[in-house]
């Protein structure tokens, strides 16, 4: 089996360096009442933070916030909107915990909010699109994730179509990585995302799952979203996303396999005593 981790690197957030060792684990939470998976569960601010404790506990390497949804067919909501949901959460979970805490938001109003709230890492699912972000991310010291979405979430599961998914996913994010360097954006602070689910068939997804050692042989440390995603349930014909933890278990070890640095990922619990197993019989990674 090959190496769980990416020996001697870090990525750079913030005021934390991030071993890469081995995968980490990101926890996801959404503040949103409409996410495809536990929209609304997490809604209430008082559940959100109580979540986001939860996370922590099970062993969460970074809590990943988000106050609008992103899931297929999704609306757009004001960026003072998104900022009310996620700055309270962020804030007194940077209050109680000494864990990095990524926005996951395509607004640069929000993002700068949510980094005077106490977050470490911008997880911009648009791929640094707006130059607003750019410069944003050029001012901070934040780790970045630059992720691949083919258009917008309303239409990006309109029939998407590609010559190459995995050529045109990975030149993409090389080429939004390279201008964020330009930019002046550090290299050990930028992650890369295919961005499975986003404007993909499932085809699509497993195409660029196989092909992760392509997009790990670019040198940044990739991200991998594969939690719960419609394409589960397509495969297993599992209706439910909730129901979809042990397909979701299958796609993070076949990606920490192939050398995915961090797993962003709902169900933290079930995960890591999944790594931990693995991790006692490779013997290596304890």
């Known amino acids: 089996m090959s190496d769980l981790g990416a020996a001697g690197r870090t990525w750079r957030c913030g005021r934390y360096a991030l071993a890469l060792n081995r995968p980490l684990m990101m926890g996801i939470l959404n503040v949103t009442p409409d996410s495809f998976s536990d929209g609304g ?36 909501i004001s960026p003072g909107e998104e900022s009310s949901r996620v700055c309270p959460v962020l ?3 940077a209050r109680d ?18 980094m005077d709230a106490g977050a470490s890492i911008i997880n911009d699912v648009s791929g640094f699109r707006d130059p607003a972000m750019v ?7 934040a780790g970045v994730v630059v992720m691949h979405m083919l258009g917008e979430p309303k239409t990006m599961q309109a029939q998407p179509v590609y010559e190459d998914v995995l050529s045109e996913v ?12 330009e930019a002046g954006v550090e290299r050990d602070r930028i992650a890369i995302d295919p961005g499975i689910g986003f404007g993909k ?5 497993i195409e660029l799952l196989r092909g992760l050692p392509e997009l790990v042989a670019t040198g940044y440390p990739v991200v991998v979203g594969a939690s719960r995603k419609r394409f589960i349930g397509e495969l297993t014909e599992e209706p439910d996303p909730a129901h979809r933890v042990p397909g979701s278990l299958a796609a993070a070890a076949w990606s920490a396999l192939h050398g995915a640095s961090v797993l962003r990922v709902h ?20």
Not at 170 to 181: N, P
């Open 41 to 76: 569960s997490y809604f209430d601010p008082v559940a959100a933070l109580e979540h986001g404790r939860e996370l922590a506990a099970d062993g969460a390497d970074i809590i990943d916030v988000g106050g609008e949804s992103t899931r297929p067919g999704s609306d757009q």
């Open 91 to 93: 804030k007194a979970l």
């Open 97 to 114: 915990f000494d864990v990095p805490l990524s926005i996951d938001s395509r607004h640069p109003e929000v993002v700068s909010r949510c």
């Open 135 to 141: 410069a944003l991310a050029v001012s901070c010291d």
């Open 170 to 181: 990975r030149d993409y994010l090389v080429k939004q990585a390279v201008m964020l360097e």
């Open 201 to 205: 068939t499932t085809e699509h997804n």
């Open 267 to 286: 169900d933290i619990k079930e995960t890591a005593q999944a790594f931990g197993v693995w991790a006692a019989i490779e013997g290596d990674w304890l």
